[in-house]
């Protein structure tokens, strides 16, 4: 079965900072990847997502994520973090699950705490 | 606009009691998804349908219930089997065969006392 860790609970940086939120993934085949962000009692906004090519994708917000393969990884980038990025954001993995169909696996979670 | 209404926002509810969270989408989907979220836990698939008078269970089902008598909606009832009820419930849906790309809705916040 598909599984997603994010090990890192909780993040603190300084606004103007850069910003790396790590995701290692588990899954037998090509994953489809994402990253969700959501602000407190928010649904999940998409920021970005890799399905096949160019590893490196770009999302909305200024967010990137780089998809490794090797290590099993898809960490997410930001150069210089604003006050407004403050919110918890969750990796998955869309994995096949029969009868035609996908699902997604989530990981726990990051929590980003940004200091003025 | 086109997307997912959950209501209410907030939903409280005495013990024992049954709930029923409501779920409704204008994005022309097949398939909807319900997640339950609790702090620290992510979100877990609750049920799913992927097409109408179908669903399965998910990883979490016990205590829950559904139905799916129209494309755009996918009612979620809590009932009073479920032992831990409180907590933050958000609804998807996707294209048919493509449930690696989920839209969500907003949420409701169910307090059980």
């Known amino acids: 079965a598909q599984s997603v860790t994010q090990p890192d609970i909780h993040i603190t940086v300084s606004e103007g900072a850069s910003l790396e939120l790590r995701c290692n993934y588990s899954y037998g085949a090509t994953p489809y990847l994402f990253w969700y962000v959501q602000s407190p009692g928010q649904g999940l906004q998409l920021l970005l997502k890799?399905?096949?090519?160019?590893?490196l994708v770009q999302g909305i917000k200024g967010f990137e994520a780089e998809f490794k393969r090797s290590q099993s990884s898809f960490n997410l980038r930001k150069p210089s973090v604003h006050w407004s990025d403050a919110a918890e954001y969750f990796c998955a993995v869309g994995a096949y699950s029969g009868a035609g169909s996908y699902q997604l696996t989530f990981g726990k979670g990051t929590k980003l705490s940004v200091i003025p | 606009d086109g997307g997912i209404t959950q209501s209410p926002k907030y939903l409280f509810r005495k013990e024992g009691q049954n709930v029923t969270l409501s779920c409704e989408q204008n994005?022309?989907?097949?398939?909807m998804y319900w997640y339950r979220q609790d702090p620290g836990q992510g979100l877990r698939l609750i049920y799913y349908?992927?097409?109408?008078?179908?669903?399965q269970k998910g990883d979490i089902a016990e205590g829950y219930s559904v139905s799916r008598e129209k494309k755009e909606s996918f009612p979620l009832t809590v009932t009073s089997a479920q032992k831990n009820p409180t907590a933050f419930y958000l609804c998807?849906?996707?294209?048919?065969?493509?449930?690696?790309?989920?839209?969500f809705g907003p949420g409701t916040r169910l307090t059980v006392t």
């Open positions: 349908s992927q097409i109408v008078n179908d669903f």
């Open positions: 890799y399905f096949s090519g160019d590893t």
């Open positions: 998807a849906s996707s294209i048919a065969g493509q449930g690696y790309e989920q839209y």
């Open positions: 994005l022309n989907h097949d398939a």
